[in-house]
């Protein structure tokens, strides 16, 4: 079946932790997509990706890294300098910048 | 203005019912307009695509009115699994990025 997968799905972590969420597609799509939501709240962009070996910062990037090393695969990492990493981390993919995106079923990030 | 506004609800409506909810919208040059659908807990599937003047799947209906800036959704005959978050998205001019509207819950009633 072609989708998105992302693992886990509950993460918890201790402060001063880093953590690395990860997110795979095999739906040959081009653009990847990092989104953070917090209850009450619209999805807010973390980090895209155009095309492998490229990203570009979203609209709360800090604290946060990602790579795009392979086509498929789009990881995130949430470091220890991210204030309030607890939140619903969403990861999405799309064909085009105008285009239809689909979304994974998320990891639920809990810092202890 | 919020780049996606939209009225949070809930929306209470009983079984059967027609409900309606708009989206605003502030960049005059977006295109492309999605409904998403989210279920407590769970990541947003998309409902509807609208890319010119509206777009129909059975009871679901997408409006777009560009003048005045905004997308709406109308549901017929609701059904009790029609119950979620609706979310407006509209892609940004010009970039990859997508803008959330915060959602309208509704709640069908038995």
């Known amino acids: 079946d072609g989708g998105i997968t992302q693992s886990p799905k509950y993460l918890f972590r201790k402060e001063g932790q880093n953590v690395t969420l990860s997110c795979e597609q095999n739906?040959?799509?081009?653009?990847m997509y990092w989104y953070r939501q917090d209850p009450g709240q619209g999805l807010r962009l973390i980090y895209y990706?155009?095309?492998?070996?490229?990203?570009q910062k979203g609209d709360i990037a800090e604290g946060y890294s990602v790579s795009r090393e392979k086509k498929e695969s789009f990881p995130l990492t949430v470091t220890s300098a991210q204030k309030n990493p607890t939140a619903f981390y969403l990861c999405?993919?799309?064909?085009?910048?105008?285009?239809?995106?689909?979304f994974g079923p998320g990891t639920r990030l809990t810092v202890l | 203005r919020k780049e996606v506004e939209q009225d949070p609800g809930p929306f209470n409506v009983p079984e059967g019912a027609t409900v309606a909810f708009n989206c605003t919208y502030s960049?005059?040059?977006?295109?492309?307009f999605f409904w998403y659908r989210q279920d407590c807990r769970k990541e947003p599937k998309l409902l509807m695509s609208?890319?010119?003047s509206g777009n129909e799947d059975g009871r679901f209906t997408a409006q777009l009115n560009r003048a005045s800036q905004y997308i709406s959704l109308l549901i017929r005959d609701s059904k009790l699994s029609d119950s979620a978050t609706y979310l407006c998205?509209?892609?940004?001019?010009?970039?990859?990025?997508?803008?959330f509207g915060t959602g309208t819950r509704l709640k069908v009633l038995a």
């Open positions: 609208v890319y010119s």
């Open positions: 990706s155009q095309i492998v070996n490229d990203f």
């Open positions: 739906l040959n799509h081009d653009a």
């Open positions: 960049n005059s040059a977006s295109q492309s």
């Open positions: 998205v509209v892609p940004r001019g010009g970039t990859y990025k997508y803008i």
């Open positions: 999405a993919s799309s064909t085009s910048r105008t285009d239809t995106q689909y």
